[in-house]
């Protein structure tokens, strides 16, 4: 199985100030069609996780545009440029490249 | 609007059955894979199984297989997932997932249903 890690596993961070969480996997998730199967998702309190970026980079509909995904390989970034309160929650990268669908360990982002 | 209804979660005997459901609107259901992903009690994700549009090709994870089934019914737009033999490390939300065909990504999630394996 593909092992996902991220890091750092908890983050304060006051509003307005950016954001960064790091996802390494245990293998390339370049797959032989080109494409990149790394995914971010964040759960809110309470809620089912909902996904924000698909292919490393592209933002999934209505994921506002503070939010970016870049990377490549084993190494990968989500950048929040602005954090606002509604972005608490607990964030997982995940890889699709091949089964078991495999998730990081999340981190959990807190507002200072 | 995309929903998607899980139902059939409750306080099972270890070793016992159980059978999910997921009801499906707001998107074409028979054109695209199906996911579960379960969450143990204030845990992280794991990706449980899959199955593709026509019902003809399923995945699953190491710890499930040969005790979990998933199906599925195009006609009544309805996901399952049959799980026998249960155990207490099986304890989780199931939340029932759109696996976007062609593109391998999680993309619309249901609330989620609760399954607790405890004697």
């Known amino acids: 199985d593909i092992v996902m890690t991220q890091t750092p596993l908890s983050l304060s961070v006051t509003p307005g100030q950016p954001a960064s969480i790091s996802c390494k996997s245990g293998?390339?998730?370049l797959h032989w069609d080109g494409k990149t199967y790394l995914y971010w998702y964040l759960q809110k309190p309470g809620q089912p996780p909902q996904l924000l970026i698909y292919e490393v980079s592209k933002r999934f509909s209505g994921v506002p545009d503070r939010f970016s995904g870049s990377g490549s390989g084993t190494d990968f970034t989500l950048k929040i440029s602005r954090v606002e309160a509604e972005d608490v929650g607990v964030y997982y990268c995940m890889q699709s490249k091949e089964y078991p669908r495999t998730f990081g360990q999340g981190t959990k982002v807190e507002i200072k | 609007e995309v929903q998607l209804v899980e139902s059939g979660g409750a306080l099972v005997q270890p070793g016992g059955s159980l059978r999910l459901s997921c009801v499906v609107s707001g998107f074409a259901f028979s054109s695209n894979w199906m996911s579960w992903v379960r969450q143990a009690p204030g845990k992280g994700l794991e990706w449980v199984a899959n199955?593709?549009?026509?019902?003809?090709?399923?995945n699953y994870v190491d710890s499930v297989r040969g005790r979990f089934t998933v199906s599925r019914d195009n006609a009544k737009n309805s996901l399952y997932m049959q799980m026998d033999n249960l155990r207490a490390e099986d304890t989780a939300v199931y939340y029932c997932?759109?696996?976007?065909?062609?593109?391998?990504?999680?993309?619309?999630w249901g609330q989620g249903t609760l399954v607790t394996v405890s004697s």
């Open positions: 199955i593709k549009e026509d019902g003809s090709d399923k």
């Open positions: 997932v759109r696996d976007r065909t062609g593109t391998a990504r999680l993309d619309y």
């Open positions: 293998q390339s998730l």
